[in-house]
């Protein structure tokens, strides 16, 4: 991989993640209570119950306590201006020292942390390259470092429906369900090729110019598989993926008259996949960010977690997403 000076990791670096953790957890600079967690997985039929991804619904009342949705687009209350010393993992990050790594004070599981921008940067712009660079560099060598059975993925709460909760440009990084249990649509979709072929009957899974959409799931989704050869990753390519990206999803949100620019992005090391947004919260109750529409639904109450499963995942994504695109034909004169 080029262009790496400033973004390379130590190799005690998930050690020392690990350490930080738990001292932060133990003098009570990180609120999280992991015994009161409860979650649930469920099914998530894809194409006519043929084949099937998973969702996990997760009860977690330490979410009571965190500020929601701050993002306002301004620099009030910010908890990223100065970081409590405790919660900070790296204090220079990037070939300009620009970024650092930081506790989230309030995680939704073990380890949860975030790569931020030292000056003030708005959470409703899109990510830069070198923001694109650091990201997956960061997940690629916890991917090294981990051990067997630990999923890792980055996401990017990004414009004022997508249930950012802090106006401070930030990105954050953690854990999945044991792979055992949970295989979210995006993998399911790669493993069997479910996507929508172009007019000649084709499909380039690897085309890092013409993002794939699933046809059955309710929501636009648009997703590109990175190259299997991490060698071959470099910025320019992490660039393309996410400019491609962000064409269809600004084609798709003007197609539905929404009048702002809301979408979450998601990055493992095998895929990006972003998901435009019409509201952040369904029915003014539930606050879905990028891991609800990834399949992971938080909920600070009793209540919420009996709605959620009531309604269904799908039905809930459907209403704070934009409705499928896959039969929208995109050209290089889309947005």
Not at 172 to 186: A, D, G, I, R, V
Request: charged share 20%; proline share 5%; glycine share 4%.
């Amino acid at each position: 991989m080029s262009s790496n000076n400033g973004y390379e990791l130590s190799d005690n670096f998930y050690n020392d993640l690990t350490t930080k953790y738990n001292e932060a957890l133990n003098s009570e600079h990180i609120l999280f209570n992991g015994d009161s967690v409860i979650n649930e997985i469920v099914e998530l039929p894809i194409d006519n119950n043929k084949h099937f991804a998973n969702a996990q619904l997760t009860l977690l009342t330490s979410l009571m306590h965190r500020p929601e949705n701050n993002n306002k687009g301004n620099n009030e209350n910010n908890p990223f201006e100065k970081p409590e010393p405790e919660l900070t993992i790296l204090d220079n990050f990037g070939s300009n020292k620009e970024l650092k790594l930081v506790f989230n004070k309030f995680p939704v599981n073990a380890k949860h942390f975030l790569l931020i921008t030292k000056k003030f940067s708005s959470q409703n712009l899109p990510l830069l390259p070198t923001e694109l660079l650091a990201t997956y560099n960061i997940l690629n060598k916890i991917n090294k470092l981990k051990p067997e059975g630990e999923e890792w993925f980055a996401f990017y709460n990004c414009g004022p429906e997508s249930g950012a909760s802090q106006a401070h440009k930030h990105i954050q990084f953690m854990t999945l369900p044991p792979k055992n249990k949970f295989k979210s649509y995006p993998e399911v979709c790669l493993e069997n090729k479910l996507f929508k072929k172009d007019n000649n009957n084709n499909l380039n899974i690897l085309d890092a110019t013409k993002p794939l959409q699933n046809q059955d799931l309710p929501f636009s989704q648009f997703l590109i598989k990175l190259p299997e050869n991490k060698e071959e990753l470099t910025e320019e390519i992490l660039t393309k993926s996410f400019t491609s990206l962000l064409q269809s999803t600004l084609t798709i949100l003007r197609n539905n008259s929404i009048n702002h620019i809301s979408y979450n992005f998601i990055m493992t090391t095998e895929f990006m996949l972003m998901i435009p947004r019409s509201k952040s919260k369904y029915q003014d109750k539930l606050g879905i960010n990028s891991c609800g529409v990834y399949g992971l639904l938080l909920c600070k109450n009793q209540e919420l977690f009996d709605m959620v499963k009531e309604v269904g995942v799908l039905n809930i994504l459907k209403e704070v997403c934009v409705p499928n695109s896959s039969d929208i034909t995109f050209d290089e004169y889309s947005y």
